[in-house]
């Protein structure tokens, strides 16, 4: 007996259609944009020395976790997790150096 292809639209749309491709640009957006925000206070440290007020433990700690996501995207082979953490990887460390150095 062979089986012919149905007549109807598929059941599950592609990759990156309706509400998850929306979220998906909205999280690459957002991801840039906070990381956009946080140069300030990298550039405050190295440029003018003032690391008054910053926190070596949160800023730590948010550098772990980056490292973790990093992990995590790269086993799923998920770029927007990926990419994203590779520059929060760079933020975050260079937030943390600047807090040993001038704080």
Same mark, same amino acid.
């Given at each position: 007996?062979?089986?012919? #292809?149905?007549?109807?639209? #598929?059941?599950?749309? #592609?990759?990156?259609?309706?509400?998850?491709?929306?979220?998906?640009?909205?999280?690459?957006?957002?991801?840039?944009?906070?990381?956009?925000?946080?140069?300030?206070?990298?550039?405050?440290?190295?440029?003018?020395?003032?690391?008054?007020?910053?926190?070596?433990?949160?800023?730590?700690?948010?550098?772990?976790?980056?490292?973790?996501?990093?992990?995590?995207?790269?086993?799923?082979?998920?770029?927007?997790?990926?990419?994203?953490?590779?520059?929060?990887?760079?933020?975050?460390?260079?937030?943390?150096?600047?807090?040993?150095?001038?704080?």
């Amino acid at each position: 007996m062979t089986m012919l #292809p149905a007549d109807c639209a #598929p059941i599950n749309k #592609p990759n990156g259609a309706g509400a998850a491709g929306v979220l998906e640009r909205v999280l690459r957006v957002m991801s840039v944009v906070t990381m956009l925000m946080t140069v300030p206070q990298v550039l405050n440290i190295w440029i003018d020395g003032n690391a008054g007020g910053v926190s070596m433990v949160s800023w730590s700690a948010y550098l772990v976790s980056a490292c973790l996501w990093l992990v995590y995207g790269l086993k799923k082979h998920d770029k927007t997790i990926y990419l994203a953490c590779i520059g929060w990887i760079v933020l975050d460390a260079a937030i943390v150096a600047g807090v040993m150095v001038h704080g």
